[in-house]
C-alpha cells in the first residue's frame, strides 16, 4: 500500500454496549446511512455493572450475524483495564498520550477517524470522543431518550463534532430534542432495515420454552437498581402486570425478566399467578424482546416504559399497555431525570393496562404529533433551561393553552414556580411559602389533620 493510499484511509469505528444498539448500527449500515471507508471496526463496551461477571455484547448468541457488517471486532474495556468505562475519562493532559495509545492498539495508524456512538452525553462514549479529540461525531439513538433534552451540558468542542443524530421512528411525526442545540439534525434508519437484522436475530437464537398460541408478555425493567423504585415497590409493580393482563382475559403468560433482577420478583409473579389460576412462563433467557414477539406473536405486551413496549406497537402492530405510569411521574427525583421523557411518551400514548376499551381497540385516547410534541418540548424545556433557553417562548405557550387535569401529572408546580413558568406560584405567594410564621402554621395545620384522622 502506497504512502499516500495509507494516509487517506478513512477508518469508522462504531461503538455498542448492548446487542439492540449493535443492532441498530448493523440496520444502518445496510441502509447505506454511513458513507464507504476503507475499514470498520465494532468498539465494544461492557458498562455493566461488575463487567467481569456479566457477557459482553460480542458473546451473546446471535451477534456473529451482526459481526459481518465490521472488518474488526475490538473491545474497550480491555483498552483501559483495569478501569471501568462508566467511570473512567482521561485527564486532559493525557488525550493525546491516550490516542496515540488506542491508534497503536488497534492498529489505526495516521487513518482519518469517524465515530458513532451512543448516549454521548457520559461516560463511556463522551471519554471515547474526548480521546479521538478530533473525529467527527455522529451519535445513534437506540430508545425513547433521544426524543428528549440532551442530559448534561456538552463541552462546544465535543458538541460541535456532531454531525447527525440517527435514531429509529419509533413515534411517527415526533423530531428527537436531543442535541439540537448544536442544531443537530435527526435521520431516520428505515424501519424496514431493523426489521431484517432483527429477523436475522430471531432466527439465530436457539430454541428457548414458550407456550403455545399467543400469550400475553410482561415486559421487567429493574427499575429499582435505577433508584426509581424500592425493590419492594417493583415486585408489586410486576404484580399489577399479572393481575392486569388477568382482567384482560389472558390466562397464558410470559415474563420476561431483566437480566439482573433478582431471583424474589419470579418467586411473587408465580405465587401470584398461582392463585390467579394463570400458565406462567418465566423466560430467563438473554434475547431480545422483539425476538419474543416474532416466535410467538403475543396478545399483548404489557410494561411500564420500556422502549420495547414501542417497537412493539409501532413496528410490529402488537397491541401494547402501560402500568404504574401515572405514579412513576410523580415519583421520579429530580425533575430533570432523563427517564421522564421515555415515561411521559408511553404514559401520553399508550393505554393504562386496566383501560379495557383502549387496550383492545389499540387506538387510546392519545395526543397528535404535534400537541405531543407541544408537551415534550415544555417538558424538556423544565428538565433543562440553560441548554434550552431558546424553548422558553414555547413551553410558555404550551402550558398557558394545555396545563390541566390531564396534563398537570407531567409537571411540577415547584419547578414552574422556579423557572416563573405558567402553573408556577405568583411570586408574592412564593416568597409567602417561605415565611417561618407561615411555615410554622402550616405544619401546626398538618399535625391536628393527622391527629383527628386518628
Avoid at 374 to 388: D, K, N, R, S, V
Avoid at 417 to 428: I, V
Wanted: aromatic share 8%.
Amino acid at each position: 500500500m502506497s504512502t499516500y493510499a495509507r494516509e487517506s484511509r478513512t477508518t469508522q469505528l462504531f461503538c455498542a454496549s448492548t446487542l439492540y444498539g449493535a443492532a441498530t448500527l448493523a440496520a444502518a449500515l445496510d441502509a447505506d446511512c454511513f458513507a464507504p471507508a476503507g475499514r470498520r471496526v465494532l468498539v465494544v463496551f461492557n458498562n455493566t455493572m461488575t463487567p467481569e461477571t456479566s457477557t459482553p455484547l460480542d458473546a451473546m448468541p446471535g451477534f456473529e450475524l451482526l459481526r459481518t457488517r465490521f472488518d474488526e471486532v475490538v473491545s474497550y474495556n480491555e483498552a483501559i483495564r483495569p478501569f471501568h468505562p462508566g467511570d473512567w475519562a482521561p485527564r486532559p493532559d493525557d488525550v493525546p498520550l491516550w490516542e496515540r495509545y488506542f491508534r497503536m492498539l488497534w492498529q489505526l495508524g495516521d487513518d482519518r477517524v469517524e465515530l458513532a456512538v451512543e448516549s454521548i452525553q457520559v461516560n463511556p462514549a463522551l471519554a471515547f470522543c474526548q480521546i479521538f479529540h478530533g473525529a467527527p461525531v455522529h451519535v445513534y439513538a437506540d430508545g425513547l431518550m433521544s426524543y428528549g433534552p440532551t442530559r448534561n451540558k456538552l463541552d462546544p468542542l465535543t458538541g460541535t463534532r456532531v454531525r447527525r443524530l440517527l435514531h429509529l421512528d419509533l413515534v411517527a411525526g415526533l423530531k428527537p430534542l436531543l442535541l439540537s442545540e448544536f442544531e443537530v439534525e435527526p435521520e431516520i434508519i428505515p424501519s424496514e432495515h431493523f426489521l431484517k437484522v432483527l429477523a436475522e436475530l430471531g432466527a439465530a437464537q436457539g430454541d428457548f420454552p414458550l407456550p403455545e398460541g399467543n400469550p400475553a408478555l410482561l415486559l421487567g425493567q429493574y427499575l429499582s437498581a435505577l433508584k426509581i423504585l424500592s425493590p419492594e415497590e417493583e415486585e408489586r409493580l410486576h404484580v399489577q402486570m399479572v393481575k392486569g393482563a388477568y382482567e384482560r382475559g389472558h390466562r397464558r403468560i410470559v415474563f420476561k425478566p431483566h437480566p439482573s433482577a433478582p431471583e424474589r420478583q419470579v418467586q411473587l409473579l408465580e405465587a401470584e399467578a398461582e392463585k390467579l389460576g394463570v400458565e406462567l412462563t418465566v423466560l430467563d433467557v438473554p434475547v431480545l424482546a422483539e425476538v419474543v414477539y416474532q416466535r410467538m406473536r403475543p396478545a399483548l405486551v404489557v410494561g411500564c416504559f420500556s422502549t420495547a413496549l414501542l417497537t412493539a406497537s409501532a413496528l410490529y402492530g402488537i397491541p401494547v399497555a402501560r402500568v404504574g405510569t401515572e405514579r412513576l411521574l410523580d415519583r421520579l427525583a429530580p425533575f430533570q431525570n432523563s427517564n421522564r421523557i421515555p415515561l411521559s411518551i408511553v404514559h401520553a400514548l399508550l393505554p393504562d393496562v386496566t383501560d379495557a376499551a383502549g387496550v383492545e381497540a389499540q387506538q387510546p385516547a392519545a395526543p397528535d404529533a404535534e400537541e405531543l410534541s407541544g408537551l415534550l418540548t415544555a417538558i424538556g424545556f423544565a428538565m433543562q433551561p440553560q441548554i434550552y433557553p431558546d424553548l422558553r417562548p414555547a413551553a410558555e405557550t404550551y402550558l398557558a393553552a394545555h396545563l390541566g387535569d390531564d396534563t398537570w401529572k407531567y409537571f411540577k408546580r415547584k419547578r414552574l414556580t422556579s423557572l416563573g413558568l405558567p402553573g408556577g406560584l405568583p411570586s408574592k405567594l412564593t416568597s409567602l411559602s417561605r415565611n417561618p410564621a407561615a411555615r410554622r402554621v402550616v405544619r401546626q395545620a398538618r399535625a391536628l389533620r393527622r391527629a383527628m384522622s386518628k
